[in-house]
């Protein structure tokens, strides 16, 4: 695999850090996301002043209070983050056409070869931390390095308000000294076989049989030596997108009434470009689907120079192979659907047209994180609802 250049962006204290820019009263002070300390909850996040006295994530929150008699604690407000979280992520995708979303408050940014553009990637992260800064109010730690797991344990290590660039060739030096649970995928029970081991810095780990460690933890044991090497090949994926959006429907009764089927393609098409829209992309293929009554089906396309995004332009390319069919097929219709393919990003200027809520798919792995941990409705999506008649089809 040809030598990458990955960048780490995880917020300071990221809940906790929302707060105190919409209430500045907090700054500074020992605050904790997480709700009431008499009720059963835990910690979401505490802020780094809280976590001098021993706060963190995961603890419950009488224990918080009896630790820091001082501290405020506050309820979560999800909106909140989403909303912050989601400027977060528009700002990364002005610097980097590949941001994978780790959560609400991460990314991995695959910045290979973008050194020209901003001097060098460590002005580059110092342009991104700046912008957080003034856009958001908020404070990025950044970890720069050969790969994910080197670039994200550089940036944990970096905290608070940190920037970690390791030189290739270093990773395996710069991990060395780190406890082995700094390792993505080291849990409670790994730390436990690895210290039975006599194993407990990730230098250790290095340095174990991959054998032994095979034996030990099974196939987790070896991708943890890899990793201990500062070796890993996985890449960024930004969220996946579709490659066709279509809608087709099925008629009660079959027909060649023209002006009804013109009207019906119209109906098809609008939901088409909303979804079109929603994902913030265009395309360059329309296609036109029709079911005659024996079940034969045929598909005519048309591909343009360029990417088109709004109803009318997909409608009037649709309507014209609607036009041009029906003036040699007599057979009534059953069905009418038509397609976009050969999908691009729209780009930032399109990016203006998206209606908000469109942004969240770019955030869905956060969400099923936040939903994983506060259940499904901690998070409305603000999804359409589909339409009865309509058959949606989204290819991937
Ligand atoms: P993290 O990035 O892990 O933590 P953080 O941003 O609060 O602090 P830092 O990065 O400076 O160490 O998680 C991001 C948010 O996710 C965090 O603000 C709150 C939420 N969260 C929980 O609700 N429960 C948890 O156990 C963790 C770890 C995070
Ligand atoms: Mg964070």
Redesign the pocket.
């Known amino acids: 695999m040809a030598a990458r250049t990955i960048m780490h962006v995880?917020?300071?204290?990221?809940?906790?850090?929302v707060e105190q820019v919409l209430n500045p009263g907090l700054i500074g002070k020992p605050v904790v996301?997480?709700g009431n300390p008499e009720g059963r909850g835990?910690?979401?996040?505490?802020s780094?002043e809280a976590r001098a006295f021993g706060l963190h994530?995961?603890m419950p929150l009488a224990t918080a209070a009896r630790l820091c008699p001082t501290a405020i604690f506050i309820e979560?407000d999800f909106d909140s983050?989403i909303e912050f979280s989601r400027r977060f992520m528009a700002i990364l995708n002005d610097f980097s056409p590949t941001v994978e979303p780790g959560?609400?408050?991460?990314a991995y940014l695959d910045v290979t070869g973008f050194e020209s553009l901003h001097g060098s990637i460590r002005q580059m992260a110092n342009k991104i931390k700046q912008r957080v800064r003034n856009e958001l109010g908020l404070c990025a730690?950044i970890g720069i390095a050969s790969c994910k797991v080197v670039a994200k344990i550089a940036s944990?290590t970096s905290?608070?308000d940190g920037l970690i660039e390791v030189p290739r060739g270093d990773e395996r030096v710069f991990l060395a000294p780190l406890p082995v649970e700094r390792l993505p995928g080291v849990g409670k029970r790994s730390a436990r076989v690895l210290s039975g081991l006599g194993v407990h810095t990730i230098g250790g780990l290095s340095r174990t049989s991959p054998r032994i460690l095979k034996r030990h933890l099974g196939s987790a044991g070896e991708v943890l030596h890899r990793l201990a090497n500062g070796i890993d090949y996985s890449r960024v994926l930004p969220p996946g997108q579709p490659l066709s959006i279509s809608r087709e429907i099925t008629f009660a009764a079959d027909t060649r009434d023209q002006s009804f089927l013109e009207a019906t393609l119209w109906n098809q098409t609008e939901r088409v470009g909303a979804d079109l829209r929603k994902r913030g992309m265009q395309a360059r293929c329309i296609t036109l689907k029709l079911r005659y009554a024996d079940f034969s089906t045929i598909t005519r396309s048309h591909t343009l120079q360029h990417s088109i995004y709004t109803d009318q332009e997909i409608f009037a390319i649709g309507n014209a192979l609607l036009d041009r069919v029906l003036e040699t097929e007599k057979r009534a219709v059953r069905l009418i659907g038509v397609g976009v393919s050969v999908l691009t990003d729209a780009g930032l200027q399109a990016r203006l047209f998206r209606p908000r809520a469109a942004q969240l798919e770019h955030l869905s792995k956060a969400v099923d994180?936040?939903r994983n941990?506060?259940g499904f409705d901690a998070i409305r999506t603000g999804r359409p609802t589909r339409h009865e008649d309509t058959s949606k089809s989204i290819s991937d």
């Open positions: 995880d917020l300071d204290s990221f809940f906790v850090s996301v997480g835990v910690v979401s996040t505490a780094y994530s995961g979560s983050y959560g609400l408050d991460e730690s944990d905290k608070p994180q936040i941990r506060y």
